[in-house]
């Protein structure tokens, strides 16, 4: 199956300054890679995603890009805001195969934004 | 909320005690989802269902026993847990054939084992 490794584990960066996550896959045939938000004691919600034949994506303050070759994708936001802090976990799936498409998150990163 | 409820959103319950955790979503998903996530610890994937069939059962303890009466319904009937289950219990749903959409999560009860 798929293994997503994500790093760094916490990240702590001062308000205005940029924070980049990075993921690692390891099925070439994944496809799709999102990225969830999760606020201290709320649900993961989606943020940002990509999709295969795209290299970069952004939205505002995050972009994620993505390098096929490499198997690895990376989250970026840019001025940050003590909002932004919170746990950040990155998926991938692939669609289509005998495998019904299930996301294989990372183990998470914690923000911690420092006005 | 999100199209994904689950209730109760807290529970207490000792070692000795049965009870269920519900999820209800009405997006029209075929897939569903049980996690479990403990304090600083990552999503931990328990059981997949597909259109009713669970798919995946990724090594859970037999206290833990899901339901999926229906595509819209799923459960997970507690018994006899131990502390160390403590933990936010989320549930997700997704369109089995088609996660390009993402999963929807729930936002989770919180269980206590005492």
Same mark, same amino acid.
């Given at each position: 199956g798929e293994n997503v490794e994500q790093h760094p584990s916490t990240l702590s960066v001062q308000e205005g300054d940029s924070a980049v996550i990075k993921c690692t896959y390891s &099925?070439?045939? @994944?496809?799709y890679f999102p990225w969830y938000k999760q606020e201290l004691g709320k649900r993961p919600q989606l943020i940002i995603d990509i999709r295969s034949n795209v290299g970069e994506k952004k939205d505002q303050r995050i972009a994620v890009t993505l390098n096929k070759t490499a198997k690895h994708f990376s989250l970026h936001i840019t001025e940050?805001?003590?909002? &932004? @802090?919170a746990v950040y976990f990155c998926a991938a799936s692939k669609k289509g195969g005998s495998t019904l498409g299930r996301l294989y998150f990372g183990r998470g990163t914690q923000l911690t934004v420092w006005p | 909320e999100t199209g994904v409820t689950q209730t109760p959103r807290h529970l207490v319950m000792g070692m000795t005690n049965k009870k269920s955790l519900k999820c209800e979503q009405h997006l029209g998903h075929n897939a569903m989802y049980w996690y479990k996530q403990s304090a600083k610890k990552p999503l931990e994937l328990m059981f997949v269902y597909n259109f009713k069939e669970q798919t995946e059962n990724n090594s859970v303890p037999s206290r833990f026993s899901p339901e999926c009466p229906n595509s819209s319904h799923l459960f997970l009937h507690l018994h006899t847990?131990?502390?160390?289950?403590s933990a936010l219990y989320l549930c997700a749903s997704s369109q089995a054939l088609d996660t390009e959409r993402g999963y929807t999560f729930g936002s989770g009860t919180r269980l206590t084992v005492v």
């Open positions: &099925d070439s045939a @994944s496809n940050t805001q003590p909002e &932004d @802090s | 847990l131990q502390p160390e289950d």
